[in-house]
């Protein structure tokens, strides 16, 4: 197996060979540490990196896989962790210059966990400033690029979690979604993402009483979602909205024959680019050989969804950052000042008009759901944009036409507004621009496991790695 293939390897199959004694966690970190060392320069996913003190961690870890001791359920791997939640002792930047000389003096739960169960990480993966954009680049950090083509972006706000899985640089990383930020990133690099039930996993406050966001496991693989996921999830003391008891996802194949699907290529007003339609539709088939039935529906929603989105965005998340903009606005990108912008002009009407919105596509949602288990679409309307895009000023279009900069061409955000809906994305092929597409397979309201359960029987049908294709993106050959 050469460094390469151990850089790839799905992160389940390293914990069998751990076990089994046929690689050692020393192996699999000096693999990925020097995946790291070949393409960070290029793809720029990490924002701290801990080398030195990971591979000591793997010493220690190699010691008790060789002496038959206890070891825990991630005991070895090499996780990245976005930069935005915290380890205490460490900088935590979210991307931001106003936040460069800050330590975290906690964890967050769901580091806490992936800690507790001998992860062990070796960097942090970088974000857009604040999370505030789709893309990902700052002043502190720089432009993140795609490994699959590096003119386009990895998507964001997680997009050096998926930047770093997409160029084997870890083994499993986290995300956090309050727009699609696990979605999105998932689906241009290749990946699987899960946006779990509001609720599902303990969050930091206080966007844990945000019911947009979440957050949640980025892999290379159904399966190493889910390890991750069922890793994090569960009651936290710090979080009195999360959710008990703690849900176990399987992590075997189990059938969906006969289960019905509900196919929608737009969401009933999204602008989508013939590869992206053209990937989904045929991706279905492996629905289809799985056993399912797909149908094609008439989803009525209209555009004001991204209205009341954007309404409930600004208004907390924009809300949140002026104080800290207004203190010193040019350090900030033009992103983060223009959703903070944005709150200057919300109130409490169009707030609450942003969940009359919802309302609204929660009924036009069930009416689907009283005949289909499941609703797949496509995760983004184009496969990436370019890599310095910034969601404010940048042109878009799809198919000619212009399109909003920011929400116009991703459709995960709805599914944010419908929070207790648990949405994967996963691989449905490779674009016009050499990127990977994605589709969002969406569950009724808190079944976590249904999503995950036809992720696992898909993934089974079109095969492990990227797209099912076995191909890595060029630039880590």
């Known amino acids: 197996m050469t460094t390469t293939d151990l850089a ?17 966690p020393v192996e699999h970190m000096q693999a990925v540490l020097d995946r790291a060392g070949k393409v960070e320069p290029h793809i720029n996913a990490f924002t701290y990196t801990y080398f030195d003190e990971a591979m000591d961690k793997a010493k220690k870890a190699e010691a008790k896989y060789a002496g038959g001791k206890p070891v ?16 205490k002792g460490l900088p935590t930047s979210n991307g931001s210059l106003a936040m460069k000389d800050y330590v975290a003096d906690r964890t967050s739960p769901v580091n806490e966990r992936m800690l507790r169960a001998g992860g062990i990480v070796h960097a942090r993966t970088a974000t857009p400033e604040f999370s505030c954009t789709v893309t990902t680049h700052s002043k502190l950090w720089g432009i993140t690029r795609n490994p699959w083509n590096l003119e386009l972006s990895p998507g964001g706000s997680s997009g050096g979690s998926a930047a770093s899985l997409a160029a084997g640089t870890s083994a499993l990383c986290s995300g956090s979604d309050i727009g699609g930020s696990i979605r999105i990133p998932s689906s241009t690099c290749g990946l699987y993402g899960l946006k779990p039930t509001f609720g599902r996993n303990p969050a930091d406050t206080p966007f844990n009483l945000d019911h947009y966001a979440v957050d949640g496991p980025l892999a290379r693989t159904a399966k190493d979602m889910i390890l991750l996921q069922n890793t994090m999830c569960g009651p936290h003391r710090d979080d009195m909205v999360s959710l008990r008891p703690k849900l176990n996802i399987p992590m075997d ?3 969906i024959k006969g289960w019905k699907i509900a196919y929608s290529p737009n969401l009933g007003f999204y602008e989508v680019s013939e590869d992206v339609r053209e990937n989904t539709e045929a991706a279905l088939d492996a629905f289809r050989s799985a056993g399912a039935i797909v149908e094609e529906v008439d989803l009525r929603w209209t555009s004001d969804v991204l209205d009341g989105a954007m309404q409930h965005l600004e208004h907390l998340f924009g809300g949140s950052l002026m104080a800290m903009v207004d203190e010193n606005p040019d350090i900030f990108m033009p992103y983060t000042r223009a959703i903070v912008d944005g709150a200057r002009d919300s109130n409490a009407v169009k707030f609450l008009e942003a969940g009359e919105i919802a309302n609204r596509m929660y009924s036009e949602l069930s009416r689907i759901f009283a005949k289909y288990r499941l609703l797949v679409c496509p995760t983004t309307a184009l496969p990436s944009v370019p890599a310095d895009s910034d969601g404010v000023t940048t042109p878009i279009y799809i198919n000619g036409k212009q399109v909003h900069p920011l929400h116009g061409w991703i459709m995960t955000v709805p599914f944010n507004m419908l929070c207790r809906c648990p949405v994967v994305s996963a691989p449905s092929g490779i674009g016009a621009t050499g990127v990977p597409t994605g589709l969002q397979i969406v569950g009724h309201t808190y079944r976590d496991q249904d999503v995950c359960r ?6 089974a049908v ?16």
């Open 8 to 24: 790839y390897l799905p992160a389940y199959k390293t914990l069998e060979m751990f076990r089994a004694k046929t690689l050692s």
């Open 72 to 87: 825990r359920k991630l005991e070895g791997l090499a996780i990245g962790v976005k930069d935005e939640s915290e380890i």
């Open 253 to 255: 194949v189990q059938s």
């Open 454 to 459: 036809a992720a696992l029987a898909y993934e």
């Open 462 to 477: 079109r095969g492990e790695g990227f797209a099912g294709s076995g191909e890595v993106p060029k630039i880590c050959v």
